[in-house]
């Protein structure tokens, strides 16, 4: 295939996926499994899970790389962010994507297991440095598995394999009590099931080399990536700075505040019980308003957004309107928080960032309050 119908066949697809989010207001953002599956293995297209890198090992899509959501911000052991708001530094941004095999001119496909956050924070980051094309596949690695004829066809042998291994075991405890006469039958039907056990498992190989979704290690190719300082999108993103500030207008207005800072943790997180090892202190931000981040990804349908009606009834009934400026966080950003920040861009709102770092960053700097 030449470069330009190669070029043309992206641009179709891309834009075949945004029927796909018609209810959205920004119907760019996302890509759906049917329209994603066309563009595994084109050269100009690089799919990154956010899943850390013992799940991509079990199961990622194929020519895939890693990039845990988790690790994408950097900070010091005491939660200092030497570039804040940036994830990280532009030096150390340019390397961490280059080796990854990934170029500029490339569309960037962020994916997780299915639930959002992790493949939020991979578009998070991206967004933020001001990479042109970047995607969030709605549904992650399950979309893709579940538009797969092959991975239909090997479940189907998968499943036929149990069930003879079952039988071959529950024949093979009979035999141990059975009689003379009913022992032939029952080691002919050992030996048969270890027969059609054997054809299986040489057609389950073969399938397997079709899948979209695969086993082990990442294979990449470093190659020379370039942030353009003019292009990084300071609007995306906030550090503890500009947060403390909307927190002392929230305590001090209240409802009226032209602020709202979410909290997308779970509520252990928010009370103090749990927090990461290496954060200092557990709790919350004064003032925040807490919207955990499953009330936003759709867990029933396995898709990482639920539909815009859904999340905006979500966002109403917390008075989360669009002439505020929100902030969300969690325990890094890039994750939870950043599930908040991309379904309200879904949305049409304008003024929404993530707080990079979040409690890392918040937990760990003894001069900022805390509540529990």
């Known amino acids: 295939m030449n470069r330009l119908l190669m070029t043309l066949c992206l641009a179709a697809s891309l834009s075949a996926a945004n029927v796909l989010a018609a ?13 994603a599956v066309k563009l595994i293995g084109n050269p100009k297209v690089m799919f990154v899970s956010g899943d850390n890198e013992d799940i991509y090992k079990l199961g ?4 895939s790389v890693e990039m845990y ?34 170029s500029n001119d490339m569309t960037v496909i962020a994916y997780d297991d299915f639930k959002g956050p992790n493949a939020t924070g991979v578009y998070s980051f991206f967004d933020s440095y001001g990479h042109k094309n970047i995607k969030v596949l709605n549904g992650g690695r399950a979309a893709i598995m579940a538009v797969d004829p092959a991975q239909k066809e090997y479940d189907a042998l998968n499943k036929d394999l149990k069930a003879l291994t079952k039988g071959q075991k529950d024949s093979k405890e009979k035999l141990k009590t059975a009689v003379d006469a009913d022992k032939a039958t029952l080691e002919a039907s050992i030996g048969q099931a270890q027969n059609d056990m054997t054809a299986l498992k040489v057609k389950m190989t073969e399938v397997e080399k079709r899948l979209l979704v695969v086993k082990g290690d990442e294979n990449v190719t ?24 909307a927190m002392e207008d929230i305590l001090k207005n209240g409802k009226k505040s032209k602020f709202i800072i979410i909290d997308s943790r779970g509520l252990a997180e ?24 499953s009330q936003i990804s759709d867990a029933d349908k396995k898709m990482s957004f639920k539909s815009a009606d859904e999340i905006q009834k979500v966002y109403d009934n917390y008075g989360v309107t669009k002439d505020k400026t929100i902030y969300a ?4 950003g890039a994750g939870r928080g950043s599930e908040h920040i991309t379904a309200l861009q879904l949305l049409g709102y304008k003024n929404v960032k993530v707080f990079t770092g979040s409690w890392d960053v918040w937990g760990n700097d003894m001069n900022l309050p805390i509540k529990r």
Request: proline content about 3%; hydrophobic content about 35%.
């Open 60 to 63: 990622h899509i194929k020519g």
């Open 222 to 245: 470093a190659k020379t990536y370039k942030i353009d300082p003019k292009n990084i999108k300071y609007s995306a993103i906030a550090d503890k700075n500009e947060v403390k500030h």
């Open 23 to 35: 209810d959205y207001v920004n119907k760019d953002i996302l890509i759906s499994a049917e329209e």
């Open 270 to 293: 928010i009370i103090g019980e749990r927090k990461m090892d290496n954060v200092a202190r557990g709790g919350h931000i004064p003032g925040a308003t807490f919207i955990e981040w």
């Open 69 to 102: 959501a988790h690790h994408l911000h950097h900070s010091e052991i005491d939660g200092e962010m030497h570039c804040a708001p940036l994830y990280r530094c532009v030096d150390d941004a340019q390397l961490t994507i280059g080796k990854k095999g990934i």
């Open 329 to 332: 966080y969690c325990q890094v």
